[in-house]
């Protein structure tokens, strides 16, 4: 997995729109993947698609997970 620069997600803390949005396009990906709903259409084919609704409370919790992020200072004895 492709992690995000610290510097964006400090940003995204600052309510900085671009940051907000690189965090999210990040994201977009899985959770359209875990948004998705199955069902059968009258023709008895099995068809996917993403729900709108659970998508938009996902964005909403990853806007919320941003506000909560914690940064910690590395242990001393971290690096080389």
């Not at 964006?8 to 671009?18: G, V």
């Not at 609704?53 to 004895?77: G, H, M, S």
Request: net charge negative; aromatic share 14%.
């Amino acid at each position: 997995m492709k992690y995000l620069p610290t510097s964006i997600i400090k940003a995204a803390k600052q309510n900085d729109p671009e940051a907000a949005d690189i965090i999210l396009r990040h994201f977009e990906g899985y959770i359209a993947s875990r948004c998705l709903e199955t069902y059968e259409d009258e023709y008895g084919q099995i068809k996917r698609h993403v729900d709108e609704d659970l998508r938009y409370l996902a964005e909403n919790a990853v806007f919320a997970a941003i506000f909560k992020f914690q940064f910690r200072d590395p242990p001393e004895d971290f690096g080389p």
